[in-house]
């Protein structure tokens, strides 16, 4: 049996989603090793931001070559407006005033400077043998990673309505899906099933023999 990887679409602050998915993958791997990749936008919109920030910092920290956490487009937002005082009003615009309630403070200036520390060093991109794991996706045209980064955390026409083959299956979140279902193509697989939106958080499960999910665990958010 090959080894499991289990990618976990964007949380955007659902903590209590988030810690019932891991029991849930600890409970389907049955003492398998397992690699896990969240896909980025942990924070932003939802109730407890700080608390999904502190779990993921916490996995790694336990595990350090089995736990993967991407940069998605809302650490960027959130790094931005702590760097740039005019970068404030965006991310406040798409839910930074739930991340700084979380946190417990008023001004991005105030945020942690260890959680700012390790969003800034947090990787755009992550591949396997059969995967790239991204937060939004790739430009299509050009086989292999997209070397624009704005794209890997933003992009979503035309890599959302064209079926292109870039080599190894793209697994990513960013696009909500509000049937509450993973979004299933040839060459990639969109794991963003809002859970913010109050539908569910998904982990796609994925190994060496086939690139599509071989299956995906899902859990609601609690109202």
Same mark, same amino acid.
């Given at each position: 049996?090959?080894?499991? /990887? ?6 955007h602050?659902? #903590?209590?989603? @988030? ?6 993958i ?11 990749? =969240?896909?980025?936008d942990y924070? *932003?919109?939802?109730?407890d $931001?700080?608390?999904?920030v &502190?779990?993921?910092?916490? @996995?790694q %920290? ?5 736990? /993967?956490?991407?940069?998605g487009?809302?650490?960027a937002?959130?790094l931005? #407006?702590?760097?740039?005082a005019?970068?404030?009003? %965006? ?6 005033d %739930? /991340?700084?309630?979380? =946190?417990?403070?008023?001004d991005?200036?105030? @945020?942690?400077h %260890?959680?700012?520390?390790?969003? $800034?060093?947090?990787?755009?991109? !992550?591949?396997?043998e059969? !995967?790239?794991?991204? !937060?939004?996706g ?6 292999g ?5 704005e794209?890997?955390?933003w992009?979503?026409k ?7 083959? =870039?080599? &190894? ?5 960013? /696009?909500p899906? &509000? $049937?509450?279902?993973?979004?299933? &193509? ?5 794991? *963003?099933?809002g ?14 023999e ?6 995906? @665990?899902s859990v609601?958010m609690?109202a």
């Amino acid at each position: 049996m090959q080894d499991l /990887t289990y990618a976990i679409g964007d949380i955007h602050g659902c #903590a209590d989603a @988030l810690t019932r998915l891991l029991v849930e993958i600890e409970r389907h791997r049955d003492g398998r090793a397992r690699r896990l990749v =969240f896909l980025g936008d942990y924070v *932003d919109r939802g109730p407890d $931001s700080a608390d999904v920030v &502190r779990i993921l910092r916490d @996995l790694q %920290a336990r595990e350090p070559d089995a736990v /993967t956490c991407l940069m998605g487009n809302h650490e960027a937002l959130m790094l931005k #407006a702590y760097r740039d005082a005019l970068g404030a009003t %965006a991310w406040l615009e798409n839910g930074g005033d %739930a /991340t700084l309630a979380a =946190f417990g403070v008023q001004d991005p200036e105030n @945020l942690p400077h %260890a959680v700012l520390d390790w969003m $800034s060093a947090l990787p755009t991109v !992550h591949a396997d043998e059969r !995967h790239y794991y991204v !937060h939004a996706g790739f430009r299509p045209g050009h086989p292999g990673i997209d070397p624009d980064v704005e794209n890997r955390l933003w992009i979503r026409k035309p890599f959302t309505t064209q079926d292109y083959d =870039f080599g &190894r299956h793209v697994v990513h979140g960013h /696009t909500p899906q &509000r $049937s509450g279902k993973p979004d299933l &193509r040839p060459f990639r697989t969109n794991l *963003d099933t809002g859970c913010v939106y109050g539908l569910v958080l998904t982990a796609g499960i994925f190994d060496g023999e086939e690139d599509g999910p071989r299956a995906t @665990l899902s859990v609601p958010m609690l109202a």
